[in-house]
């Protein structure tokens, strides 16, 4: 797909694309984001922030005046499109974790959300999960009355849980599926309101996840999905890895080892990169590192963002943590549950991933490519959602037998 907007900088067009795929469950309009968008100069982080808290005010204010007349329906659409043009508008500034704007976007994003779920037929629930000494924050999506198949979803390395609902939550209870959404620590929730960065073993995150599920009437014990969403494509096959109560998993897209995404952004072969990354001093590698944020977008991104998400205090401490997210030495080859790994053509960050994770699986698996062609060519297909949920949820619904 060429880019319609920002075609010198990946991660601006890819965050884009992202925001117009939202608009296939509610999370966006095509003219907001178009005219923001084309008011915002490349690689002007502030900028990108100024013009979607603009539009993010702006539809805000609509949401609450169709609400306070008494409007339901347009007052829900409003606050779901004013969630998701705030979660925006903070999503480049964590290279400096104090920015007052990153809490101020972040939590007006949350409210949003939250009142257009209220605004749901049947109310979205906001829910606490009890883990280790706190809760993760999540949601639960009730289909029906009743015990149903209950998909147990998460975002990746840069997703919020409210983002969910446009990532797979929504087109799941078209469907008839419950949907219990969460925050794990390193996410959104858990690193703005406890500073918990990422952890390898997802399983531990997991489990009491799982533990809350099963607590719930609604849920049918005996039908338990995992999704996970782009860093999420390794996290929930981690977690599937240890925890037996799973009865399927979909990775979108698959990971199967995030060094290689360091490794890919440095020119250090990985033997090398690995030692050096660990070391307790290497001023070259760092001079490389800085040189490569500096000339390359994704790059900076990427190593600011982690440095935020998994608490790291330089660009080359996150890359060293890292390492430890991967699937082998039998990691993958543990998972029992029939998985469906996705896999996007021109991924931007994992291509390549998921085929090396579905070779590794000897659980019933299958691998699911989009393409280009489709429109579905893009990082976990985003700007083809009602594509990619139909296949992926058709495949669920084989699994489960729910023809």
């Keep these: 797909m060429r880019p319609l907007l920002f075609a010198e900088n990946d991660s601006f067009w890819f965050e884009t694309l992202r925001n117009f795929g939202h608009a296939a469950y509610g999370g966006a309009d095509f003219g907001e984001v178009v005219t923001t968008a084309q008011n915002i100069t490349a690689g002007d982080y502030d900028g990108w922030h100024d013009q979607w808290l603009a539009t993010a005010d702006r ?20 606050f779901l499109r004013a969630a ?37 037929t049947p109310p979205i629930e906001p829910i606490a999960i009890r883990y280790e000494s706190t809760t993760l924050p999540g949601y639960f999506y009730r289909a029906a009355d009743e015990p149903r198949p209950t998909i147990i979803m998460c975002n990746g390395f840069d997703g919020t849980v409210e983002e969910m609902h446009f990532y797979g939550a929504a087109a799941a209870v078209e469907r008839g599926y419950h949907v219990l959404s969460f925050d794990g620590p390193g996410q959104p929730g858990p690193r703005h309101r406890e500073g918990l960065g990422f952890r390898p073993d997802w399983e531990h995150v997991v489990g009491p996840v799982v533990d809350y599920a099963l607590s719930r009437p609604e849920v049918d014990r005996d039908h338990i999905a995992l999704l996970g969403v782009s860093m999420g494509g390794y996290l929930m096959p981690r977690a599937a890895a240890f925890e037996s109560r799973v009865n399927a998993l979909i990775a979108l897209d698959g990971v199967y080892d995030l ?30 590192i800085a040189d490569r944020m500096a000339a390359e977008p994704t790059v900076r991104w990427l190593m600011e963002q982690g ?32 998985t469906l790994v996705c896999s996007a053509e021109d991924d931007l960050f994992f291509r390549g991933q998921p085929e090396r994770l579905h070779e590794h699986l ?4 299958t691998l699911m490519p989009f393409s280009s062609a489709e429109g579905a060519g893009a ?18 619904d084989e699994v489960f037998g729910r023809r």
């Design 379 to 396: 990082h976990c297909q985003s700007g083809a959602q009602r594509l990619a949920f139909a296949r992926i949820y058709d495949w669920l």
């Design 59 to 78: 539809i805000a204010t609509v949401a609450d005046k169709a609400a306070a007349a008494g409007h339901r329906v347009s007052a829900r659409e409003a």
């Design 362 to 365: 000897t659980c019933k698996k």
């Design 307 to 338: 440095m935020w998400n998994f608490d790291a205090p330089s660009p080359r401490a996150f890359g060293a943590s890292f390492l430890d997210y991967h699937l082998r030495d039998g990691i993958a080859e543990q998972i029992a549950c029939p």
């Design 84 to 120: 998701n043009s705030y979660r925006s508008a903070e999503f480049f500034l964590h290279g400096h974790p104090d920015d007052p704007r990153i809490a101020h976007a972040y939590e007006r994003s949350v409210t949003c959300f939250r009142i257009a779920a209220g605004l749901m």
């Design 259 to 288: 060094g290689d995404w360091v490794a890919a952004a440095l020119p250090v072969d990985r033997p090398a990169l690995d030692r050096r990354l660990r070391a307790t001093v290497d001023e070259d590698l760092d001079r490389v």
